[in-house]
């Protein structure tokens, strides 16, 4: 469906974009399990049907510049992901202004705790995210305190990938009123960076971002992969041309991935991380 269609849908229906990409992603491929508690906030899991034996597990954080974002809504990512096999894990955690930098994290690697406890069956897990949810995966990969914290003798994170990530950032950068970056970092901003943490042993990486991508600059990934490079890690950067910081999010779902080749890379990576 051409974003013309959707457009004439969105309009007849008077939906949301995500209501209508949830809508048309619907399958049969999975079971779901709603509105589980882990702790700080509920979460989902997305379970492939007829799986023979264990499946891959990837824990996906959403978006919305740490301040928005329900896990709901991106029922079309998971749905994605469990109907080519994959477990997929999608947790709320708590945001701005409720709660500031660390607390974000604190809750996802409470998020991954769970999931390797009753998802991952002995395996290790995948972390993924778009744009604040790629820069809460990126941490919890590139920070260990953050899962050590949750009492992994070693990290349980197979590989990690990040849709146009928040990974490497000014304040000015934020679409955020004067001085709401410095309440939610507070005097900690280099700690909240990605890139500041990379010595060459975290898991592989897979880096996704839009040529057209005008909310989080492409440099992000740029600059994190070039670190890793330059460290001895390993990371596969891909960047999409005339994609935008939306378009490579929803190129997951089942009636728009005629946006870009995204889901296939994301497969791709995940069945041959060794």
Excluded at 13 to 31: F, H, I, K
Excluded at 196 to 216: I, N, Q, R, W
């Amino acid at each position: 469906m051409k974003l013309w269609i959707l457009g004439v849908a969105l309009f007849a229906t008077g939906c949301s974009a995500v209501d209508l990409l949830n809508g048309l992603s619907a399958s049969n491929a999975y079971d779901r399990v709603r509105g589980i508690d882990y702790g700080p906030a509920k979460l989902d899991v997305y379970r492939p049907k007829d799986a023979k034996g264990p499946t891959p597990l990837v824990v996906f954080f959403y978006g919305g510049f740490w301040v928005s974002g329900r896990r709901e809504d991106y029922f079309f990512a998971a749905e994605a992901l469990a109907s080519h096999g994959v477990t997929v894990v999608v947790p709320d955690y708590r945001v701005y202004p409720e709660v500031r930098f660390p607390t974000f994290l604190q809750d996802a690697a409470k998020a991954v705790r769970w999931a390797v406890d009753h998802e991952a069956h002995g395996q290790g897990v995948y972390l993924m995210g778009h744009s604040a949810g790629a820069h809460i995966a990126s941490m919890l990969t590139l920070d260990e305190r953050y899962l050590a914290a949750e009492r992994f003798e070693r990290t349980p994170i197979k590989g990690t990938v990040a849709l146009a990530g928040l990974l490497d950032f000014t304040a000015a950068e934020l679409p955020f009123p004067p001085g709401q970056a410095s309440a939610m970092f507070g005097e900690r901003w280099a700690e909240g960076q990605p890139i500041s943490y990379v010595d060459g042993t975290e898991p592989p990486m897979l880096l996704l971002h839009g040529e057209a991508d005008a909310d989080v600059a492409p440099k992000n990934s740029e600059h994190l992969a070039a670190r890793i490079r330059a460290r001895h890690g390993r990371v596969t950067l891909k960047t999409y041309a005339g994609m935008d910081h939306q378009r490579i999010v929803a190129a997951l779902a089942r009636p728009t991935r005629w946006l870009g080749p995204v889901l296939a890379d994301v497969l791709a990576f995940i069945r041959n991380v060794p």
